[in-house]
């Protein structure tokens, strides 16, 4: 299972589009990168998920490097509720149990 | 919608006491988790299940056992809580081979 690094918090003003990086090295072909957010007294919850290149959807995009060993999660036009601690996860899809979350980025969003 | 709810939201448990926390899901996913967060940390895999009536451990197992009396509900059970299980329970649930995680509310379990 690959490892993942994410720095551990960013900051951004609402109406900023904010960008969270995630580093997965020994990512393995056939592993998938999956984005989930938690806001504080929650569960997680999936944002988004991709294998390479560039995927969207109505709340975020996901641009994989060519390398598939660098993800970068973007969310435009981010508010307040907005903030919370994102994580990036990679994992086999046969092997749903292994899915690792670890410290995520904090994302802290100012008025 | 998905969705998975979790009982109590909160509990205080003395040392040595058993408690028991409940996880319900109307998905009708085969797969079940538990998950334990500390502060300031990621979530850790307890215990898992992909059918009814068997459980599996995942990455830290010791001190707690797991129930799955039915594809709906699964149970986890302290038989003597330790301080050191003081932390934010969640559980989840998936389909059959994805891993898209459905998380309940979580529950807040306070051990003295």
């Known amino acids: 299972l690959a490892k993942t690094t994410q720095p551990p918090s960013m900051e951004a003003y609402e109406g900023q589009e904010v960008n969270v990086s995630c580093s997965h090295t020994?990512?393995?072909?056939?592993?998938?990168i999956y984005w989930y957010r938690q806001v504080p007294h929650q569960g997680p919850q999936f944002i988004i998920q991709?294998?390479?290149d560039y995927v969207v959807n109505e709340v975020a995009s996901l641009f994989i490097s060519a390398d598939r060993k660098l993800s970068t999660l973007s969310l435009p036009w981010v508010s307040l509720r907005d903030a919370a601690v994102y994580y990036c996860?990679?994992?086999?899809?046969?092997?749903?149990?292994?899915?690792?979350f670890g410290k995520g980025t904090h994302l802290h969003v100012l008025p | 919608e998905a969705a998975v709810t979790q009982s109590p939201r909160s509990k205080v448990a003395v040392t040595g006491g058993k408690v028991t926390l409940s996880c319900h899901q109307t998905?009708?996913?085969?797969?079940m988790y538990w998950y334990r967060q500390d502060t300031g940390h990621g979530l850790r895999l307890i215990h898992y299940?992909?059918?009814?009536?068997?459980?599996e451990k995942g990455d830290i197992p010791d001190g707690y056992k797991a129930s799955r009396p039915s594809q709906e509900n699964f149970s986890l059970i302290l038989e003597l809580a330790s301080l050191s299980q003081t932390a934010v329970y969640f559980c989840?649930?998936?389909?059959?081979?994805?891993?898209?995680?459905?998380f309940g509310p979580g529950t807040r379990l306070l051990v003295l």
């Open positions: 996860i990679v994992t086999d899809k046969t092997n749903a149990y292994k899915v690792i």
């Open positions: 991709g294998y390479k």
């Open positions: 989840a649930s998936t389909p059959g081979n994805q891993d898209t995680q459905y």
């Open positions: 299940s992909y059918v009814a009536d068997s459980t």
């Open positions: 998905n009708n996913h085969d797969y």
């Open positions: 020994n990512i393995a072909t056939s592993e998938y």
